[in-house]
């Protein structure tokens, strides 16, 4: 998998990670790739739910860049 994985493909397991986890499923998160980085995009309530989604992605993207652009809640 990896860098060679096609980027769509990477991108629906990134996402169904995502809506697996017990503390972020309650979201509705979204993952692409673009430039050959993981992408992240949507709105959770903490810090730490944002990291544990940036976690997620590179621990699937395996090498791949990181953009976390999911919002915190204010």
């Given at each position: ?43 959770v309530?903490?810090g ?6 940036g ?20």
């Amino acid at each position: 998998m990896g860098a060679e994985e096609d980027p769509e493909q990477l991108a629906k397991r990134v996402e169904a990670a995502l809506a697996e986890n017990e503390n972020l499923g309650k979201y509705h998160l979204d993952a692409s790739v673009r430039d050959e980085a993981i992408v992240l995009q949507g709105e959770v309530a903490t810090g730490a739910e944002k990291e544990l989604a940036g976690f997620i992605a590179q621990r699937l993207g395996e090498g791949r860049a990181l953009k976390n652009e999911i919002r915190v809640k204010r």
